[in-house]
């Protein structure tokens, strides 16, 4: 059957307790129509990918608001591919655009940063997010 | 990122039962997505056994059913055995979107155990469509227990009571009093009953109720009917004080259904309503269908004007749909 609503792993990093934004992302999502795996605050890489592996997750959202984006968000993503996982990352939150393009050379699909409109958010994560239908 | 080509429903089986998670979840999105491939993997699964343990916890929001889950987990890890949980939330009715947020509970206790939260896509009871084939996938797969955590409930969120060998109610201090717990419904069809946030008032208060309500059960009749009175543990989620046995009284049942024929009994009955819901969901999707033609629209539109009365535009709908049940219903 098509049309399962994607399913999104969001999580905050490290040692950062700025969860307001996550929050509403993750409602932001919610409302577009996607099943949002909510882990909250102070994740690490290996236990987001676990779980990203256990719930078949179409994208990983990461927030970042303590200026460790350059160090854990590529963290993220070589985590997922250490268990063969080529789950998308979607990094947001406080992140200059010089480091957006580093990100983004580091694998993460996609940056959102401060102002980003929830059109912006959903917009973004549809992009990334594509549940395969294997 | 373009997926290399899936492996089928049997590649798949065979990986996970080599022990690969991502095979494993892989089965139950598939499972969850319903159609012919979840057919075909229900089929690949051997026919009805005695294997495995489904536990399910279930209680109104907020009593601490994930909590209480992640402590369980902790202690199934000392014991060395290797759970599953089934994690269930409510999708939005309006956007057919959830937040999935039962891990959030667990966190730190579900090292090694399988966790996958799974939202209820419109179907009512406290737990997804999905549900029982993905338990039966989960316990096949040598899981043990799986644990069902179910929406937060009401008193009529019953379904638990059959996807479940055991089901575990979660109350806490201040929930009712004893006319409530007397009244019909979830209360009745709990194997294990609790009694979380033990540490604070009240709580021997809610025992006592409950123990009240068991009495009268043993003199109506109904205690002698279910051949089992159900057990009260009393629990604190936040430092896991009681959850030893809580898991002892849920293992107790589970081999005291294994003694007689309860086990049968209950997975018997757990297949009857998985047949009653899938029956319930193909005409769910004929109704669908009748309403979105053009005869439907119309007397839809009817309705919804006032001019034509639900039950005629029934015997209409129904007049298109080929053999007629008999009316009135």
């Given at each position: ?7 999104i792993v969001l999580a905050k990093l490290g040692f950062d ?20 795996v909510?882990l909250g605050l102070r994740q690490t890489p290996e236990g987001v990918a676990a779980v990203a592996e256990q719930e078949d997750a179409d994208a990983v959202g990461i927030s970042m608001?303590?200026?460790s984006h350059l160090t854990l968000g590529p963290a993220m993503v070589e985590a997922l591919r250490a268990l063969g996982l080529a789950t998308p990352v979607v990094v947001g ?10 990100l983004r050379?580091a694998g993460v699909a996609a ?17 990334v ?6 | 990122m ?18 690969d998670r991502r095979?494993?979840a ?77 891990r959030?509970?667990?966190d730190?206790?579900a090292a090694g155990?399988?966790v ?214």
């Amino acid at each position: 059957m098509t049309g399962a609503p994607p399913r999104i792993v969001l999580a905050k990093l490290g040692f950062d307790g700025h969860d307001r934004g996550l929050k509403i992302v993750a409602r932001i999502l919610r409302d577009a129509g996607m099943e949002v795996v909510y882990l909250g605050l102070r994740q690490t890489p290996e236990g987001v990918a676990a779980v990203a592996e256990q719930e078949d997750a179409d994208a990983v959202g990461i927030s970042m608001h303590n200026a460790s984006h350059l160090t854990l968000g590529p963290a993220m993503v070589e985590a997922l591919r250490a268990l063969g996982l080529a789950t998308p990352v979607v990094v947001g939150g406080i992140v200059p655009a010089d480091d957006a393009e580093t990100l983004r050379a580091a694998g993460v699909a996609a940056v959102l940063g401060p102002g980003a409109s929830a059109p912006e958010v959903v917009a973004a994560v549809r992009r990334v997010a594509v549940p395969d239908d294997g | 990122m373009s997926p290399s080509p899936s492996p089928g429903p049997a590649a798949l089986l065979r990986v996970a039962r080599g022990g690969d998670r991502r095979a494993v979840a892989r089965l139950i999105t598939l499972v969850e997505r319903g159609g012919d491939t979840a057919l075909e993997i229900a089929g690949l699964l051997p026919a009805a056994d005695d294997a495995g343990h489904v536990i399910g916890i279930t209680g109104a929001p907020g009593a601490g059913k994930s909590s209480l889950t992640g402590r369980l987990l902790a202690c199934l890890a000392d014991a060395g055995r290797t759970p599953a949980v089934l994690a269930v939330d409510p999708s939005s009715p309006l956007t057919g979107g959830a937040i999935l947020g039962d891990r959030v509970r667990m966190d730190g206790f579900a090292a090694g155990a399988f966790v996958r939260s799974m939202a209820t896509r419109g179907q009512q009871g406290g737990l997804a469509f999905a549900v029982p084939a993905t338990t039966r996938l989960l316990a096949h797969l040598g899981f043990d227990p799986v644990i069902v955590e179910t929406t937060g409930v009401g008193q009529v969120e019953v379904d638990i009571a059959s996807a479940a060998d055991t089901t575990v109610l979660v109350t806490s201090p201040g929930w009712g009093d004893a006319v409530q717990a007397n009244k019909a419904g979830l209360l009745e069809l709990a194997d294990v009953l609790v009694v979380n946030k033990a540490d604070r008032p009240g709580a021997r208060d809610a025992r006592r109720d409950l123990e009240l309500m068991l009495d009268l059960g043993h003199i109506s009749g109904l205690e002698a009917r279910a051949g089992r009175r159900p057990e009260i543990v009393l629990t604190v989620a936040t430092t896991g004080d009681g959850v030893p046995e809580l898991l002892a009284a849920a293992d107790a049942h589970r081999a005291s259904l294994a003694a007689g024929d309860g086990l049968v009994a209950r997975r018997r009955r757990g297949r009857r309503l998985e047949l009653a819901a899938t029956l319930e969901r193909s005409l769910r999707a004929l109704v669908d269908t009748a309403m979105d033609t053009p005869a439907g629209r119309r007397v839809l539109a009817d309705v919804e004007a006032g001019t034509m009365s639900p039950a005629d535009a029934c015997a209409v709908l129904l007049a298109g749909m080929g053999p007629q049940p008999p009316r009135g219903a």
